[in-house]
């Protein structure tokens, strides 16, 4: 009798297979970052929002997608609420994280930005003992800042950052060096801002990454293949060309 409940259990499981699959709410979660949006507000101008455009352009809408905050974007796709994240990279976390990666489609060069009349902070050993903006947890930028002897101040309003470094209430603030210098030119309160993105933290091969799942791995044959398609054309792509 045991046999036979557990027959026509496997049964019913494989007769609403679809069932077993996890439910995202979307495929895709990005965030607000000027990697995706550059330096617009509603746009995908940034390096990496312009190579996801045409991504989701050549899926023929197989993509569905969404751009959150980064608090929200980060934390939900954690949560298994979205099947991929983008941008971002097994590489940010430990090495047993159950991520895959597409092909990488741009070389983030993650710098730290400072005051011109404050100390130089370019390195990782510069952080140390600092009050440093971040944008994510420590723990989720593994190559990029030291995991111990920071004061790390999180909020994912990378612009609230920057006025809380131009006001001096913070000493460094990290983020990547795309749009950074359109940024910090564009709002005259950040005049006394720069960076230098010839000795960057790191430099991290970011791509679109999905949980190990069954519409995960979807996802990520349908980019590696446009990716794939458009690797002559990728620069000029990001260059908004």
Known sequence: MRFKVISVLMSVFLFQGVSLAHAYELDLIMPDTPEILGNSTDGMDGKSGRVLKVIFEKSGGKISHKIASSAHAYNSFYQEKYACVAPDSKLYYEKDAKYL???????????????KDGTKIVSKEDLKGKRVGIAYNADALLPVVPQSGVDYKVND??????????????????????????ILASDASLAN?????????????????????????????????????????????????
Request: hydrophobic share 45%; aromatic share 6%; net charge negative.
């Open 101 to 115: 990666d597409s092909t990488p489609f741009h070389l983030t060069k993650w710098v730290s930005v400072y005051r």
């Open 157 to 182: 309003d990378f612009k609230l950052n920057l006025k809380k470094l131009a006001a001096g209430r913070l000493d460094a603030v990290v983020l990547p060096a795309a749009d950074l210098a359109e």
């Open 193 to 241: 801002l720069t960076f230098d993105d010839k000795s960057p933290l790191a430099a991290v091969p970011d791509a679109l990454m999905c949980h190990d799942s069954e519409r995960g791995r979807e996802v990520l044959a349908i980019v590696n293949k446009i990716l794939e398609d458009i690797k002559d054309d990728l620069e000029n792509i990001k260059a908004g060309k």
